[in-house]
């Protein structure tokens, strides 16, 4: 009741409501910027996983590199079917695809771009989640034994739709007498797609597998097997059976070891971000106890009249810290609502502030991805939470404690 009653007085009455309010809207926006920036990097981090894991292999498994007598070096795969069989008898592994793969430059009248071919059959490209999938795909999968596929960025470089004619350069062509002939062929586009990649959209076209064994010389063989597994978070466990049954000269690499770089350098980054904003909430945490020391100052021969009649300095301390906690308790509160709630509609609020700047705040080429989704985890509410409440409650206590031990004599010196 009492610390009910400071919180409320009024400044001609020696409260301190000005102050309470500053405390108690800085932590409000120290605790929604907590929440937002944990929803905003959970988001990037969970968008940019998928996009990985729904567009590439989560485990590639080619062969080592062997030379020949003329000392040529290859790493083809000539029994590739039966390797593939082998790997899909795995437990957990979902997908096996043999792949071809190649660069060529793509044409289209004066517009060039350099491209990467994967050959795959139709059936293999229907269970990748990104490319047989989306709302910005455009065509017809089921077309794709007749031509390519390629994705948006492609599209947009080189000025082409569903229909349109791709004409696709590979230095690597035909033996002659005088020399190697770049291969040049044209196809038409069936499919276009977009799997939330910038670089993967830019540079990447689908061609039937028989037709790449064609067109790259690879008559009979595979250069890679992809594979697809049910928890791609635990592929570092399958390593041992994909090692056997792929078998000699067989060697993995996992989306680990292509992105697990990135996917480190967001840890830190998340970590460091944490700190900052963490002290972002302590330094509005500390206008608790300005509030709070001016509290007791005006609140002094109150205190020394309170002794005198029986209250404990425990009764005192109770007092004094619950001025200071209900204040952290409340801006806590105000601040995981409007944190959640800018995290919930964070879509539209991006999209006015783009609107509004008139020009694009999410730069995908630069990013990587297209959009910036903000995900509300419970453990990064909770998280703010405990953190809040925790530094609201420590830096009560030391004021609370000087009111507490206040000699009631010397507060009624002068009274």
């Known amino acids: 009741m009492i610390a009910w009653r400071y919180l409320r007085a009024k400044r001609a009455e020696g409260g301190v409501s000005i102050m309470t309010w500053i405390s108690l809207i800085g932590i409000t926006l120290a605790v929604a910027a907590l929440i937002i920036t944990l929803a905003v990097r959970a988001g990037f981090r969970a968008e940019f996983v998928d996009t990985i894991l729904g567009a590439n292999a989560h485990v590639t498994v080619f062969n080592s590199i062997?030379?020949?007598?003329?000392?040529?070096?290859?790493?083809?795969?000539?029994?590739?079917?039966?390797?593939?069989?082998?790997?899909?008898?795995?437990?957990?592994?979902?997908?096996?695809?043999?792949?071809?793969?190649?660069?060529?430059?793509?044409?289209?009248?004066?517009?060039?771009?350099?491209?990467?071919?994967?050959?795959?059959?139709?059936?293999?490209?229907?269970g990748i989640p990104r490319i047989a999938s989306g709302e910005d795909q455009i065509g017809n999968i089921d077309d794709f034994d007749r031509g390519v596929a390629i994705g948006k960025g492609i599209a947009n470089t080189l000025g082409l739709g569903v229909g349109d004619k791709i004409k696709l350069i590979s230095p690597n062509g035909t033996k002659t007498a005088f020399g190697v002939s770049p291969r040049v062929k044209v196809y038409e586009v069936v499919y276009i797609f977009s799997v939330g990649r910038y670089d993967i959209d830019g540079i990447r076209i689908y061609m039937p597998f028989k037709e790449a064994q064609s067109f790259f010389n690879r008559e009979g063989v595979a250069d890679e097997l992809e594979v697809m597994v049910a928890e791609p978070e635990k592929v570092d466990d399958m390593a041992l059976d994909l090692l056997r049954a792929g078998g000699d000269r067989t060697v993995l690499w996992t989306w680990r070891d292509a992105s697990g770089a990135f996917l480190r350098a967001?840890?830190?980054?998340?970590?460091?971000?944490?700190?900052?904003?963490?002290?972002?909430?302590?330094?509005?945490?500390?206008?608790?106890?300005?509030?709070?020391?001016?509290?007791?100052?005006?609140?002094?021969?109150?205190?020394?009249?309170?002794?005198?009649?029986?209250?404990?300095?425990?009764?005192?301390?109770?007092?004094?810290?619950?001025?200071?906690?209900?204040?952290?308790?409340?801006?806590?509160?105000?601040?995981?609502?409007?944190?959640?709630?800018?995290?919930?509609?964070?879509?539209?609020?991006?999209?006015?502030?783009?609107?509004?700047?008139?020009?694009?705040?999410w730069d995908a080429s630069v990013r990587g991805i297209y959009k910036l989704p903000a995900l509300l985890q419970f453990k990064d509410v909770m998280s703010a939470i405990a953190l809040s409440l925790g530094l609201s409650f420590i830096v009560t206590i030391f004021p609370a404690r000087r009111a507490a031990r206040m000699n009631p004599v010397e507060a009624l010196r002068y009274e």
């Not at 997908?95 to 430059?105: E, F, N, S, W």
């Not at 900052?276 to 009249?305: H, P, Q, T």
């Not at 409007?338 to 991006?350: E, H, K, N, R, S």
């Open 66 to 126: 062997t030379v020949d007598d003329s000392g040529r070096t290859s790493r083809v795969m000539e029994d590739y079917k039966e390797k593939a069989e082998r790997i899909r008898q795995i437990p957990g592994v979902t997908r096996v695809a043999p792949l071809i793969k190649g660069q060529v430059m793509a044409n289209n009248r004066q517009y060039n771009t350099g491209a990467q071919v994967f050959g795959i059959s139709l059936e293999d490209l229907k």
């Open 266 to 361: 967001l840890t830190v980054e998340d970590n460091v971000m944490f700190v900052l904003m963490s002290v972002l909430v302590l330094i509005a945490a500390m206008n608790i106890i300005s509030g709070l020391v001016m509290l007791v100052k005006n609140k002094g021969r109150d205190i020394g009249i309170l002794r005198t009649m029986g209250l404990t300095e425990g009764s005192v301390l109770r007092v004094f810290f619950i001025c200071g906690a209900l204040t952290g308790l409340l801006g806590t509160l105000f601040g995981v609502i409007l944190g959640c709630l800018f995290a919930l509609y964070f879509d539209p609020i991006l999209a006015f502030v783009s609107g509004a700047s008139g020009g694009q705040v």
